[in-house]
């Protein structure tokens, strides 16, 4: 065996990567936090193929044709649930979705009973949302296939972190830069920093990728020590806006507040709504971003969200199938016997 492989082609750079199972050398998929700058390169560049795939009019692939997938979920989704189950059919896997309102954690049954229950099923892959952090890596640690984290409480959300990543490479690479990470670049990163999963996962990620990552919350709503994650914490929106390359906006995350965190809806989006006024303040093509559910009028206007050639809301979420794809195709290689992987 060669101690490298190289990626699939993609703009005209091929990778060297680790031989093999080495390239992504863990059963799950739990948080950027536990990958190497190269693992998370090697899943980017894995969903090239599947970026491709999805724009064609026929989105299919037999890569895990016979493995079955179940997406567990005892919180709400929208965008990552539909996108792993569309990821899995995509790839030719029976995909089963498990939503906690329906099921019997209603009646009582707690999280490691069911993680058996799922076990007992011979899943090939499980896709856990859970509210508490740590569930998802609780409920790993109990069963035999590999585990994907699609969000557990203010812990980690890495397929977020990784198709936010996937979204800006393309956005960029269509500007006409060159660089195949983000060194040079400023992401400002506006919301509730405090409770949020996505903000983790993507300071942790973006921040592997050599971007500056810059924090911006009511003083309320910024984590103690963001500095030692190797991100700016700042109050002042305007002053954390100016030259940004990227401004990616989070929701309030009240589901998960206890108590007051700010005065009021207005009085937020007055300190720390994006306006088009204010976006000026960013570098003169700043990108939009925006993991989605959205609040329109609060922490981010429409003519902003919506605002072509600037705003990657959208592609963020195209990128998201093709990431999850991916996700899913590496994770099963062991099980598909994929040669240098089982
Ligand atoms: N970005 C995100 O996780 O959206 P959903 O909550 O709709 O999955």
Redesign the pocket.
Known sequence: MTSTQSSPAHAGLVREYPAGSLAYPHRDLLGIGQMERHEILFLLDEAEQWVDLNRQKTKHSDALAGLTIINAFFE??????LSFEIAGKRLGADVVNMHAATSSVKKGETLIDTAITLNAMRADAIVIRHGSSGAVELIADKVDCPVLNA?DGQHE?PT?ALLDALALRHALRERGHSADDFTGLTVTICGDILHSR?ARSNILCLTALGATVRLCAPPALMPAQVDAMGAQPFSDFDAALEGADVVMMLRLQTERMEGQFIPSAREYHHLFGLTKERLARAAPDALVMH???MNRGVEIDSEVADMIGRSIITRQVEMGVAIRMSALDVLTRKTRQVEGWA
């Open positions: 709400a989704s929208t965008r990552t649930l969000g959300h977020q996505v993991p989605g559910p």
